[in-house]
């Protein structure tokens, strides 16, 4: 029975590839022509720039998260209270994947910058990005086998056009050369929005939201995974990711987003 129900896998995988780059194809006609017609702005002030979208003057206010951080969730220290030394988030609240690291704080332009990837179809802004993303997560990309973007369910990337995690992760690839698994992970039950939601209830809200489809365990068994997204804010939605792809049997997750809400109120223990 599997092995007439494998071509039939396989067909289906071959036509949501197809279909998928047909959408992003039709997607980026409009901005092709709109980019002709106009100047690339500033998605933050509006200043006229050549190239990626943001201007020096909005990049320098980037807050880029650099050591001293906690070692497995990346948070940024105030002052350096030595090596190994875990934040107490890190203690309390242990998260199903090994390490996470972020570009930068999520502060003004960064929201910005997300919500013009996420929302308005600035996909231009993702190569530069997801080049802050590489040089973040140096230390992850260099022990990693496959890169895996958190997806959206089919309906939500339907209405979006695109991915945004998906987006980021290929631009990663391109940096790193690490190979990206792009339908390995799969969103089988559509969530609500986490926005506005306690931790409990965003933890409740993706229970159980995401599987490895069975025609990719191929690309996570054993393997080293490191999962893209945009925001890291409570973690709810990457540890739900990660204990479905330690499910199939990865050998370790970690996690690598452009910017992660940070709490200035925490400390290391």
Known sequence: ?????????????HLRGALGACRDMFTHIPRLLLDIALPTQCVSCREAVDGEGVCAACWAKLSFIAPPFCPRLGIPFVYDPGPELLSMEAIANPPAYQRARAAVRYDDVARTLVHALKYQDRTDLAPAMGRWMARAGKELLDDADVLVPVPLHWRRGWSRRYNQSGALARAISQQSGVKLAAEALRRIRATEQQIGLSRPQRASNVQGAFKVAADRMADIQGRRVILIDDVLTSGATTDACARALLRAKAAQVDVLVFARVVDSHRAPI
């Open 1 to 13: 029975m599997d092995a007439e129900a494998s071509p039939s896998r396989s067909i289906a995988s």
